[in-house]
Nanobody, 121 residues
Framework: QVQLVESGGGLVQAGGSLRLSCAAS????????MGWYRQAPGKQRELVAI???????TYADSVKGRFTISRGSARNTVFLQMNSLKPEDTAGYFC???????????????WGPGTQVTVSS
């Protein structure tokens, strides 16, 4: 069974930085892509950044130049370095991964439970 576990959220002042981590554990044959989404109260969940196994990266326009996504050397981890944080970045941040649990399984979308990021003004 595949699990995604996030860490690194917290409370920070505007202009500060946080680094989020996400690790996939369990039966993981291959990972097609890993990324981060966020959801603020009363708003829809939105893409923050995603990185594919080939290294292709996509960022939301609102975080370009401030956030950096990267994969760990173990390939089952993904990080999100968030700099120059703004109050509007406040949200629950969710790790997402497209994983093939075994060679005979289809690619399946997995979500972590989320970690809260709060940016004070």
């Amino acid at each position: 069974q595949v699990q995604l576990v996030e860490s690194g959220g917290g409370l920070v002042q505007a202009g500060g930085s946080l680094r989020l981590s996400c690790a996939a554990s369990g039966s993981v044959a291959s990972i097609n892509a890993m990324g981060w989404y966020r959801q603020a109260p009363g708003k829809q969940r939105e893409l923050v950044a995603i990185i594919t196994s080939a290294g292709s990266i996509t960022y939301a326009d609102s975080v370009k130049g401030r956030f950096t996504i990267s994969r760990g050397s173990a390939r089952n981890t993904v990080f999100l370095q968030m700099n120059s944080l703004k109050p509007e970045d406040t949200a629950g941040y969710f790790c997402n991964a497209l994983i093939r649990p075994s060679s005979s399984d289809p690619l399946t979308n997995y979500w972590g439970p989320g970690t809260q990021v709060t940016v004070s003004s």
